[in-house]
């Protein structure tokens, strides 16, 4: 059951990662251009020798169609001179996706090659310390890893924490996290220049929080598998479907579709607008940021209720997890192990005294190997842990919930009938 997760990961791995960025396409690359009579001559004449390739999207004015490129809702911009004579322009801006701007230009390259050739005008550059446009998405990576490890440890504890505690260990974690990701990239490895330190170091805490809040929302729902779920949604949809590594237009059509829905997409939208000036306006960022944080604070409410009457359940029916009876079977093996070390080094498992030799030979078992002694002597110091531990461990067998004195009588009145279950 345990290599649930390994199978998981290699799983996710090969249809997320492997399966979007094995074989990128070049296709539909979104192109503004003037509407002009001159532009719609050029432009036909390129989908007629290269079709499907470009997707033209027409502008009233330059300013517009330049404006697209660089908010990033286009690759580039075709201008054509309105009397058609004259050399053409493309509007490139290599700030907000290296990759694509790469796939403009050398293709326009190559189409105007045998006639006057093409100017490239790249608005907005990236800067030398991080050349290939990569600081960006892995700056993005690191924080929703912050966010979802941190209140996936939350949730792994179980029901016991309160929604106060929870909040307050997410809201320390963020800052945390958020300094000590900024103080590498910006400070030590000089990815961006230190004048952005606190802006971005604000923006990581509120994304690293929002993230965490809505995993802690929805571990409620998925217990100790929490993991799956979270790696899913911020690792391995987040990361092909954000436009990150390459354009949306270069992957499958299934993580383009996911895009706007996707933390990593508003994430590297925000930093490339904060750092560079490129990128979609700041709201977008916020609505999304906000609906992920809604949605962590409904599940965080419905959850813990929801969670809470099941264990009730539990308990007043004598009823244990699968969880519960592995850990108990690995806490009595543990114990009797334990004791036998401490018999074979001469200590009392009971007492931690020493004991002498005659003790130890009046004590072996009628073998003379002393497996007899081990054994009862592991079953009495475990014996009372054993009477001492009834139901589910991974929420404080039921204490959590505040039923402390009903637990102790329904124990007492109704023993839990060994070997009866219900999963998680």
């Excluded at 009397?83 to 293709?107: D, K, M, R, Y």
């Amino acid at each position: 059951m345990q290599l649930w997760l390994p199978v998981f990961f290699i799983t996710a791995f090969c249809l997320c990662y492997i399966l979007a960025f094995h074989s990128p396409k070049i296709q539909d690359v979104p192109v503004a251009v003037v509407n002009s009579p001159a532009t719609s001559a050029v432009t036909q004449k390129i989908e007629t020798n290269a079709p499907n390739m470009f997707s033209f999207r027409y502008f009233g004015d330059e300013n517009s169609a330049v404006d697209s490129v660089r908010k990033g809702d286009t690759a580039g911009a075709l201008i054509v001179p309105a009397s058609g004579q004259g050399q053409p322009e493309v509007v490139i801006a290599t700030a907000h996706q290296f990759q694509a701007a790469n796939v403009v230009e050398s293709s326009f390259q190559q189409i105007f090659a045998t006639a006057q050739g093409v100017r490239i005008n790249n608005i907005v550059q990236l800067p030398s310390s991080d050349s290939f446009g990569q600081g960006a998405m892995y700056m993005m990576l690191s924080w929703c890893i912050g966010g979802y490890m941190v209140a996936m440890f939350i949730g792994m504890m179980g029901v016991p924490l309160s929604h106060s505690t929870r909040i307050g260990v997410l809201t320390g974690g963020a800052i945390m996290l958020a300094l000590l990701a900024n103080v590498i990239t910006g400070l030590i490895l000089g990815v961006y220049k230190t004048q952005y330190f606190t802006q971005m170091t604000g923006l990581a805490i509120l994304w690293i929080f929002t993230i965490g809040l809505f995993v802690n929302g929805i571990s409620y729902f998925f217990g100790r598998f929490i993991a799956g779920p979270a790696l899913l949604l911020f690792v391995f949809l987040s990361m092909p479907a954000s436009g990150a590594a390459f354009p949306a237009w270069m992957v499958p059509s299934f993580f383009s579709h996911l895009q706007p829905y996707v933390v990593g997409h508003g994430i590297t939208e925000m930093i490339k607008r904060l750092l560079y000036g490129v990128g979609e306006p700041y709201w977008q960022g916020f609505v999304l940021m906000a609906a992920y944080a809604i949605v962590g604070v409904l599940t965080m409410i419905v959850g813990k209720r929801w969670r809470e009457s099941k264990e009730i359940d539990r308990i007043l029916n004598g009823k244990t997890t699968m969880m519960a009876e592995a850990q108990g079977a690995m806490l009595r093996h543990g114990m009797e192990n334990r004791a036998k070390t401490l018999l074979r080094h001469g200590i009392d498992p009971e007492t931690g005294d020493r004991l002498y030799r005659s003790d130890i030979d009046e004590d072996k078992g009628s073998n003379g190997d002393g497996s007899h002694a081990d054994s009862s002597a592991a079953a009495d110091v475990v014996a009372e842990l054993e009477n001492s531990v009834h139901g589910d461990m991974m929420t404080n067998t039921g204490r959590s919930l505040g039923l402390g004195d009903v637990d102790r009588e329904y124990d007492i009145r109704h023993p839990a009938v060994p070997g009866r279950h219900e999963d998680d």
